[in-house]
């Protein structure tokens, strides 16, 4: 056999275990995507313990480099590190608004999207993005690790707060104007 022959044959045997041409059991649905869409958006904007205790694992896991510079944990680490902390940490946030512009990727286990919020002091828009990992345990999908970044400035600012650029301050009353330009979708 020729060379390019081998090769068509391992590519298409690769996408053949890559995609598989039967729904695997163990995978969510497109509709089972977008339940755990909704239940993320519950969890972080609209959260109840409720909510926290049946839809995230035992061992879940939050990671955001954008909330560890807020509450002064190593970057890198673990934000959440147990259900227990972020079922906690979620109790003591008021709810917002919190619009999904898409959802960008979704596997068996593993959903992408984006998002934006609006709120607090300086009703700033701020954009995120969020890698659900996931897993169905007691016969449903629920949410074991959450990867989220987001523009921290602007929410630093919603809370309230203020921060130091290039000498210059900002405050919720006094933002960067390049901060208030509508975002692109």
Not at 24 to 42: H, L, Q, T
Not at 83 to 103: C, D, G, R, T, Y
Not at 155 to 175: C, H, I, Q, R, V
């Amino acid at each position: 056999m020729r060379t390019s022959t081998l090769l068509s044959l391992a590519t298409a045997a690769s996408s053949a275990l890559a995609f598989p041409l039967w729904p695997r059991a163990d995978c969510m649905s497109a509709a089972d995507a977008a339940g755990v869409v909704e239940i993320y958006k519950k969890l972080i904007a609209a959260y109840t313990e409720a909510d926290g205790l049946k839809y995230t694992t035992k061992d879940f896991v939050d990671v955001s480099d954008s909330i560890n510079t807020f509450i002064h944990l190593p970057l890198g680490g673990p934000t959440f590190p147990n259900q227990e902390i972020f079922n906690e940490a979620q109790l003591q946030n008021p709810p917002f608004p919190l619009e999904v512009l898409s959802v960008d990727a979704a596997t068996c286990d593993v959903i992408a999207l984006q998002w934006q919020a609006t709120f607090g002091e300086a009703q700033l828009s701020s954009k995120g993005l969020t890698i659900l990992k996931t897993r169905k345990e007691d016969g449903i999908w629920k949410i074991a690790k959450i990867d989220v970044e987001f523009n921290a400035l602007t929410w630093l600012l919603n809370m309230g707060g203020s921060y130091t650029w290039e000498d210059k301050t900002f405050t919720p009353e006094a933002p960067d104007a390049a901060l208030k330009a509508k975002p692109a979708h």
